[in-house]
């Protein structure tokens, strides 16, 4: 198998196409031992640079049933940033933008035993979610290294060969694998949902990426994050469940998801169908916020619903990083 480094691309702000910016005026360098008079209305502090984003997100509502909820409208939801409610300027509901879609498959020794399952879940996902002449999609698989396999495509036929070779082989180096997809294939800025659809056992032994940071290339990108979770070699209990909050991290972080697969071949094609949904199903929700490019940060994103009852709950990622980058 051939490993492929992958093209070098710039990364963007999680959300941020730049609106305007406004920059205080600076005062001039002055020797210390003969300062010129301030003058009126001057500013002794340094240079900021401020820099208005539109910050966008997508939202899946749903019931107490579980039900996605759509007709939904702007002023049906209160959005906090960093606990500050923001004014909605852009909203649609998005069924039918194209998806591109990055599959990103574990190839490890940990998963050897289940890679014909892992194959399963890819090639089942292929066939139940893609649209034709609408949605693209990439196959990259891990071990150690990670490996392009197919580049973008709309061909079922040609993903699901792209995977039917794969053999096992190496560590497992999950973190790497998903910073690496975003980073390179899914940058912010394409007219496109942009999905990773992970399948691995969830214990990462060999990235140079922490998962921390693979979050945050995912939130600057704004990715979403499913995972389908596969038995790890000769895995007990114990060991399963180490998988588990790893990929509940990531996915709940992306505001994603994810699923066991066992073998359950009912319970995968229910979930991928539930994704499928889910990504045209989605509410796109957008606001400008103000910023300093300063000062890099971290912002707190909570989205609810205006409901009487309570019994409508709003999914999406949890936050975004914003500045100076």
Request: proline share 4%; hydrophobic share 40%; charged share 20%.
């Amino acid at each position: 198998m051939r490993k492929v480094r992958f093209p070098a691309l710039a990364v963007l702000l999680a959300t941020a196409s730049l609106i305007g910016t406004v920059v205080a005026q600076q005062k001039k360098a002055v020797s210390p031992a003969n300062p010129p008079p301030a003058a009126a209305g001057e500013d002794d502090a340094d240079t900021i640079t401020f820099q208005s984003a539109l910050v966008n997100t997508y939202v899946t509502v749903r019931d107490a049933n579980g039900r996605l909820v759509s007709g939904l409208t702007r002023n049906d939801f209160i959005v906090l940033d960093n606990g500050k409610e923001q004014p909605i300027t852009y909203f649609s509901q998005e069924s039918s933008q194209p998806l591109r879609v990055v599959l990103v498959i574990d190839r490890s020794r940990s998963v050897q035993r289940e890679l014909a399952r892992a194959k399963t879940a890819a090639q089942d996902f292929f066939t139940s979610v893609l649209r034709p002449g609408k949605d693209r999609a990439a196959v990259v698989a891990f071990d150690s290294g990670v490996y392009l396999l197919q580049d973008f495509t709309d061909n079922a036929a040609v993903l699901t060969s792209a995977v039917s070779g794969l053999t096992s082989s190496g560590g497992t180096s999950i973190f790497d694998a998903v910073y690496k997809a975003t980073r390179d294939m899914l940058p912010n800025g394409q007219n496109a949902r942009r999905v990773i659809i992970l399948v691995t056992d969830g214990h990462d032994t060999t990235s140079q990426a922490s998962i921390t940071e693979a979050i945050e290339m995912a939130s600057k990108n704004n990715v979403i994050i499913y995972a389908v979770r596969v038995p790890g070699e000769g895995s007990l209990n114990v060991r399963d469940l180490r998988g588990r909050p790893v990929l509940d991290r990531l996915t709940q972080a992306t505001g994603g998801g994810d699923v066991y697969f066992d073998g359950n071949q009912n319970q995968l094609a229910g979930f991928l169908a539930k994704v499928g949904d889910e990504l045209r199903s989605e509410y796109s929700i957008g606001y400008q916020f103000t910023d300093s490019i300063a000062s890099p940060s971290y912002h707190k994103l909570t989205i609810s619903v205006r409901s009487n009852s309570g019994s409508l709950r709003a999914f999406t990622r949890k936050g975004y990083y914003s500045g100076g980058q």
